[in-house]
């Protein structure tokens, strides 16, 4: 008896995580994602960002940013050092990355390339001119390398039949894409365009666990349009 009493105690704080993130920050929802897809618990910590709380401070006292996984009392920052985490304490539990090690070194191959190379997406939503149209330029470019080689074999998601480790990487271009192209005041994805890619960020937003956790994009709207117009008047 005080065996099994002690393993639920274990699994019990095995499972104590906390989750300092903020609602609009789609690596908030990596996280998020990840945690719900291996079923565990968690509790979530909303952190104003313009008021960053003493514990996040504490927490990430080097770039004092979100998102940080507080695991028992132990802080891990990073989304995708966090979700590595993940993996490698919860391997079992709805693996994230293939098990053949072939298929792993592909997928990190291609959540490095992401990591790379969307930044520039990110540089049309705070850039003009010039600066810009060279992101937007860029940013077509790994859309196309994306389409033509990540997902030309026509795979439900990138590894096969579920959800993996790239598709949650590449997964907030599913839907804030389109936010980065309102507030930029570009256009990216034509109907056409990207076949292979659109109909990827379709099955990715039918999952269950991504779809109830996606913010409302009328409602991300204001916060992304408020940062832009700040950061170009400073």
């Known amino acids: ?42 509790e979530y910590i909303e952190e104003d960002l313009a008021n960053k709380s003493d514990l996040l401070l504490k927490y990430n006292p080097l770039h004092k940013k979100i998102p940080v996984l507080v695991h028992v009392g132990k802080p891990i ?29 592909v997928a990190r191959f291609w959540v490095n390339y992401f990591e790379e190379k969307s930044v520039s997406l990110w540089i049309i939503f705070r850039a003009t001119g010039e600066e ?16 033509e080689h990540g997902f030309r074999n026509q795979k439900l998601f990138f590894s096969g039949e579920n959800v993996g480790i790239v598709d949650i990487i590449f997964g907030w271009i599913s839907h ?16 056409n365009s990207f076949p292979n890619l659109q109909k990827w960020m379709k099955n990715f937003k039918e999952v269950l666990v991504i779809k109830e956790s996606l913010p409302n994009q009328e409602k991300l709207f204001l916060p992304f349009k408020l940062t832009r117009d700040m950061l170009l008047a400073s």
Do not use: H
């Open 1 to 42: 008896m005080r065996k099994k009493i002690q393993k639920l105690r274990d699994q019990i704080m095995d499972q104590d995580l906390k989750l300092y993130g903020a609602w609009p920050s789609p690596y908030s929802l990596r996280i998020i994602w990840a945690l719900k897809l291996k079923g565990l618990s968690y």
């Open 77 to 105: 920052c990073e989304s995708m050092v966090i979700l590595e985490y993940l993996e490698e304490k919860w391997p079992n539990q709805y693996p994230l990355f293939p098990n053949d090690p072939y298929e792993r070194a």
């Open 132 to 147: 810009q149209e060279k992101a937007v330029k860029s940013s077509l470019e790994m859309l196309k390398t994306i389409e």
């Open 176 to 191: 804030w894409l389109k936010i980065v192209e309102e507030v930029g005041g570009v256009k990216l994805l034509e109907e």
